[in-house]
């Protein structure tokens, strides 16, 4: 029997894995910056800003809450994998279909409510490019559930190559704009989804049985208005930004963000992994335990390298009207690890079957938020925006963590814990009193991995020598 610690080895190990794959889907945008920086305005980044939250929503909408219950659904021992994988791409193409030419036909008016009049085009594209992701998900959930993570990164690297390409020609040789991003794309994932297509036709049969499309409801269905207003505690900062301050702010805080959320190679990488791992060892409270410790170290390493050198990363990707934005990477990546702990509290939800509870947990959040954002906003600007956020993801994870504790209880190291996030906060703020020249901050984010390194040490040595014993990539 795998001990505890091969475990945590394990869950780390795959969740570096998929975070590099999450990280080139999610990446072209961010290695993007330099282009869209010199090419775009501050009003053009905020329209594109708009339309990718526009995405974020219709992905959820497009989704219905089904991948989790397909997952369930496939992992039976009592399933037949192709009459469960072709009945959820089957239905999921007919009811993403009704949903596409719901939203082509009313791109106009949508365009007006978020954009201008005359961008409905853009609206259009962004939709189809949606659509066509929503029938890749299945190929790529098949990946996950066979442990298939080596073609998972070479489909990701693949696409994001394809995708840079795309998008680098579309603007600077036809001067398409906002529309070069998005027909760029359009068309990667279109190739995308046909080089995964293999993967989906092992699976597919004409001989379904529709009868549990009603389970996959009843289970998909309830986790809506849960993803939504988590969606909400995300991206509502943007849109009252928008409506404060206009689309120029609203740009130059979304590329701030971005660079924060540079932390979500961590976070969401961890997150694909964590949800096999407390499913599978519920009973491993002392692993719960130790993986929140983990996760705050290495995402602190992270942290530092944003934070510490976000002027030179600036200098070298930004153009220089953008500048304002560096000073929420600090607080926004925070954020972003308070959002790793909050994954880790939840699990107990999830665990007893009370993930009911979670959708008022998150609903208070949201509001919170909105509430911070509505006060702050006005005085203090995007830096306004960025504490809010911070706010609600430490009210987020601190909620769940004490209600989870009546009946999932674990005893986490909340000392280790504060101690490493307070150290990593006291040694950004250090090199301030001296100035903060590079030397002073290169002194500290190097103080900073010493620690981490010599608390993990024994941890980092168990680690590596299960790499080098089981292989990094499994399959």
């Given amino acids: 029997m795998e001990s505890s610690s091969g475990k945590i080895g394990s869950l780390f190990k795959h969740s570096i894995i998929y975070g590099i794959g999450l990280f080139l889907k999610k990446a072209i945008g961010?290695?993007?910056?330099?282009?869209?920086?010199?090419?775009?305005?501050?009003?053009?980044?905020?329209?594109?800003?708009?339309?990718?939250?526009?995405?974020?929503?219709?992905?959820?909408?497009?989704?219905?809450?089904?991948?989790?219950?397909?997952?369930?659904?496939?992992?039976?021992?009592?399933?037949?994998?192709k009459d469960v994988l072709s009945r959820f791409f089957f239905f999921r193409l007919l009811y993403t279909t009704l949903f596409l030419a719901f939203f082509i036909i009313f791109s106009n008016r949508i365009a007006a409510f978020l954009l201008?009049?005359?961008?409905?085009?853009?609206?259009?594209?962004?939709?189809?490019?949606?659509?066509i992701e929503s029938l890749t998900t299945p190929s790529l959930l098949i990946l996950r559930i066979n442990n298939r993570s080596t073609s998972f990164v070479i489909a990701n690297t693949l696409r994001f190559i394809l995708n840079c390409g795309l998008n680098i020609?579309?603007?600077?040789?036809?001067?398409?704009?906002?529309?070069?991003?998005?027909?760029?794309?359009?068309?990667?994932?279109?190739?995308?989804?046909?080089?995964?297509?293999?993967?989906?036709?092992?699976?597919?049969t004409s001989k379904i049985n529709w009868g549990p499309i009603k389970e996959l409801l009843l289970y998909g269905l309830p986790l809506i208005p849960l993803s939504f207003t988590l969606l909400g505690l995300d991206l509502a900062d943007r849109w009252i930004i928008k409506w404060i301050a206009g689309l120029g702010k609203a740009g130059l805080y979304t590329l701030g963000y971005q660079f924060g959320a540079v932390m979500g190679i961590i976070v969401y990488g961890f997150r694909i992994s964590w949800i096999s791992f407390f499913f599978n060892n519920p009973e491993k409270k002392k692993a719960f335990a130790d993986s929140a410790t983990i996760l705050v170290r290495l995402s602190l390493i992270l942290w530092g390298l944003l934070s510490f050198f976000r002027g030179e990363i600036f200098h070298?990707?930004?153009?220089?009207?953008?500048?304002?934005?560096?000073?929420?990477?600090?607080?926004?990546?925070?954020?972003?690890?308070?959002?790793?702990l909050e994954e880790i509290f939840t699990a107990g939800?999830?665990?007893?079957?009370?993930?009911?509870?979670?959708?008022?947990?998150?609903?208070?959040?949201?509001?919170?938020?909105?509430?911070?954002?509505?006060?702050?906003?006005?005085?203090?600007?995007?830096?306004?925006?960025?504490?809010?956020?911070?706010?609600?993801?430490?009210?987020?994870?601190s909620i769940s963590y004490f209600v989870a504790e009546r009946f999932f209880p674990i005893e986490y190291d909340f000392r280790?814990?504060?101690?490493?996030?307070?150290?990593?906060?006291?040694?950004?703020?250090?090199?301030?009193?001296?100035?903060n020249p590079l030397s002073l901050r290169i002194i500290s984010f190097l103080l900073l991995c010493s620690i981490i390194g010599w608390k993990e040490k024994s941890r980092i040595k168990r680690v590596i020598r299960g790499f080098t014993t089981r292989g990094f990539i499994t399959r």
């Fill in 169 to 204: 020609f579309f603007i600077l040789y036809f001067k398409w704009g906002v529309g070069g991003v998005l027909l760029g794309n359009l068309l990667s994932g279109l190739i995308f989804f046909f080089l995964l297509y293999p993967v989906l036709t092992r699976y597919l």
């Fill in 349 to 397: 939800f999830f665990i007893k079957s009370r993930t009911k509870l979670l959708f008022p947990i998150a609903l208070s959040c949201l509001v919170i938020n909105i509430i911070l954002n509505i006060l702050f906003i006005p005085h203090y600007g995007i830096m306004g925006a960025s504490v809010a956020t911070l706010i609600s993801f430490l009210f987020f994870a």
């Fill in 116 to 131: 201008d009049k005359g961008d409905g085009y853009l609206i259009a594209l962004a939709t189809l490019t949606i659509w």
């Fill in 316 to 340: 070298i990707m930004v153009a220089e009207e953008y500048y304002p934005a560096m000073s929420i990477i600090p607080i926004i990546a925070f954020s972003y690890i308070l959002f790793g």
């Fill in 30 to 81: 961010f290695i993007l910056i330099p282009l869209y920086t010199h090419q775009f305005s501050q009003f053009q980044y905020g329209k594109l800003a708009i339309i990718y939250l526009y995405s974020g929503a219709l992905i959820l909408f497009f989704s219905l809450g089904l991948n989790d219950a397909f997952f369930k659904q496939f992992t039976k021992k009592t399933r037949d994998e």
């Fill in 416 to 435: 280790s814990i504060l101690t490493d996030l307070g150290i990593g906060i006291l040694l950004l703020a250090l090199p301030y009193i001296g100035g």
